[in-house]
Structures are given as structure tokens and as C-alpha cells.
């Protein structure tokens, strides 16, 4: 699966992002998708993640409320929408995919990841 992120860019404090993935080279709509950040200096962390219809979804504490994960699957297209950012927000934003039909919970694919500013 080749992910390929957009949206990112510089924001104020209180604003909004849409952040885009999409996906080609399998199927789609056999993977779970999420995404995850890495701030400056720190470890990458899980943000939120969607099971393969969209009915399941999981987010970090940090962002509940404020962010939103959607797919598409007729586009072979995940989102992130993100509210109300915070300048703790700022960080390098990747898109990743896990298959959902085998045993393993690891997330195999990962885009190149793109970069979320917000300045306070």
C-alpha cells in the first residue's frame, strides 16, 4: 500500500485543518487506517485510528473532541479533520495502514508524513 498525506501547513491557535491520505496499490477497504504525529524531540504517538467500514473509531485523549477521523472508501481516502488546534498540536502528521484481515496489529505501510504548525 504507497500513502501519500496532504493538507498540512501552518495554522493559528484555535484553527482548523483538514489532513488527507490516500492510498493506492491495494485494497482499500481491507485495512484499518490511522493516524499518527511526532512532535519535535519526541516519540511518534497514535492519534486515532478507523476500522475498515468507518463505524470504529479510536482516538489519543488529547484530541478527543477536537479531531475527527473519516475514509472514503470509493475514494481510497482517509482523513483527519482537527479543531480548535493547539500549539501542542504541531507536529509531523502520518498517515499509516494496517491490514485487517490477519493476525498481526502492526501497522505495516506509512506515508511520508505531513507537517502541522500551529502557532500560539
Known amino acids: 500500500v504507497q500513502l501519500v498525506e496532504s493538507g498540512g501547513g501552518l495554522v493559528q491557535a484555535g484553527g482548523s485543518l483538514r489532513l488527507s491520505c490516500a492510498a493506492s496499490?491495494?485494497?482499500?477497504?481491507?485495512?484499518?487506517m490511522g493516524w499518527f504525529r511526532q512532535a519535535p524531540g519526541k516519540e511518534r504517538e497514535f492519534v486515532a485510528a478507523?476500522?475498515?467500514?468507518?463505524?470504529?473509531?479510536d482516538y489519543v485523549d488529547s484530541v478527543k473532541g477536537r479531531f475527527t477521523i473519516s475514509r472514503d472508501n470509493a475514494k481510497n481516502t482517509v482523513y483527519l479533520q482537527m479543531n480548535s488546534l493547539k500549539h501542542e498540536d504541531t507536529a509531523v502528521y502520518y498517515c499509516a495502514a494496517r491490514y485487517a484481515l490477519g493476525i498481526s496489529l502492526e501497522y505495516r505501510y506509512w506515508g511520508q508524513g505531513t507537517l502541522v504548525t500551529v502557532s500560539s
Open positions: 496499490g491495494r485494497t482499500f477497504s481491507n485495512y484499518v
Open positions: 478507523i476500522n475498515r467500514n468507518g463505524y470504529r473509531k
